[in-house]
């Protein structure tokens, strides 16, 4: 099984500087749609994510999500918001996780 994280971003490359560094050695695939940046988001993600796509500027992070997830390959999705992060906990037992026999998990902030 293979697990994929999803981000929509706007203007977030000092976060994702931070974040996406940190995550990807424990996912197989990060896909990252860009709303209409002006600063250099888009550079940053292109070091780490897999994709990398355009979108419009919504205001909104939910009119991007389904463009992310289409363009997946992965078996799981992990949607992440740029100023959210993982624990160490939760990155190791991500294979533990999705080897059960469940549809998802919904994680409380």
């Known amino acids: 099984m293979t697990v994929a994280v999803n981000l929509v971003a706007r203007n977030e490359s000092k976060r994702l500087e931070v974040l996406l560094p940190l995550i990807r050695p424990h996912f197989d695939e990060i896909v990252l749609v860009d709303q209409e940046s002006s600063d250099n988001t888009v550079e940053v993600a292109k070091k780490y994510a897999d994709t ?7 205001g909104h992070c939910q009119t991007s999500r389904p463009l992310a997830a289409q363009s997946t390959k992965s078996d799981w999705i992990f ?9 160490k906990k939760l990155m190791d037992d991500l294979p533990r ?3 059960k026999d469940v549809d998802g998990y919904l994680l409380g902030r």
């Open 52 to 58: 990398v796509l355009n979108d419009i500027a919504s």
């Open 79 to 87: 949607v992440l918001d740029a100023d959210e992060f993982l624990n």
């Open 97 to 99: 996780l999705i080897s």
